[in-house]
């Protein structure tokens, strides 16, 4: 499975920026999520979301901010980062992976495929 991240760049507080992921193969049982890793941090859980049905999952530090969403003709999802924070500064990466339970759609080592990341950068 390949996956292609774009989007992110540089945005003021308070901004809005998207990223996307495109994948190469697509199940019914897949989830596609988005981590990230702060300059001198571990990567941290961002949002997920399931193919199959639809259900999305947020960090509680993202939620309300943050809107995941896909694109069935794409294989592509999205993430619509709105009141961005100095503190979203970070490295983005989309990861992919199928039939994970609940208790692991936060863990990054339950994702075998990774994206090559995108930056996004929130400053004044």
């Known amino acids: 499975v390949q996956l292609q991240a774009s989007g992110g760049g540089s945005v003021q507080p308070g901004g809005s920026l998207r990223i996307s992921c495109a994948a190469s193969?697509?199940?019914?049982?897949?989830?596609i999520a988005w981590f990230r890793q702060p300059p001198g941090k571990e990567r941290e859980f961002v949002a997920a979301i399931r193919w199959n049905g639809g259900s999305t999952h947020y960090a509680d530090s993202v939620k309300g901010r943050f809107t995941i969403s896909r694109d069935n003709a794409k294989n592509t999802i999205y993430v619509q980062m709105n009141s961005l924070k100095p503190e979203d500064t970070a490295v983005y990466y989309c990861a992919w992976d199928t039939s994970l339970i609940l208790s692991s759609i936060r863990r990054a080592d339950a994702y075998d495929y990774w994206g090559q990341g995108t930056q996004v950068t929130v400053s004044s």
């Open positions: 193969r697509r199940t019914s049982n897949m989830v």
